[in-house]
Nanobody, 125 residues
Framework: QVRLVESGGGSVQAGGSLRLSCAASGRDFSSYAMGWFRQVPGKERDFVAGITWTGSSTYYADSVKGRFTISRDNAKNMVYLQMNSLKPEDTAVYYC??????????????????WGQGTQVTVSS
């Protein structure tokens, strides 16, 4: 089992940058595929980015490709989401999620049993 805590959200103007962090506690973090999702009120959580347990492969939603970068540091039990060139439509609550014993991080939120509490990102125009 793993516990996840996100941080780094905030308010920024369009074109700015933020770096989200996700701290994981628990055993065998390096065996978890990790994902970042985001949610706006009234909608489901959408896949943003995912990373394999080794960090060797990353995956992105088309809407963030080229602007966001997911990374992980297994020695520190951390996952990061570097967000550049932010747009107002990136405004959402961002969540990190974990799933054990799978190499490719799923894009379906229902495939993840472990979630953080979320961190708000607000991008103003």
């Amino acid at each position: 089992q793993v516990r996840l805590v996100e941080s780094g959200g905030g308010s920024v103007q369009a074109g700015g940058s933020l770096r989200l962090s996700c701290a994981a506690s628990g055993r065998d973090f390096s065996s978890y595929a990790m994902g970042w999702f985001r949610q706006v009120p009234g909608k489901e959580r959408d896949f943003v980015a995912g990373i394999t347990w080794t960090g060797s492969s990353t995956y992105y939603a088309d809407s963030v490709k080229g602007r966001f970068t997911i990374s992980r540091d297994n020695a520190k039990n951390m996952v990061y989401l570097q967000m550049n060139s932010l747009k107002p439509e990136d405004t959402a609550v961002y969540y990190c999620a974990a799933r054990a014993n799978i190499y490719t991080p799923p894009r379906d939120q229902n495939e993840y049993p472990y979630w953080g509490q979320g961190t708000q990102v607000t991008v103003s125009s």
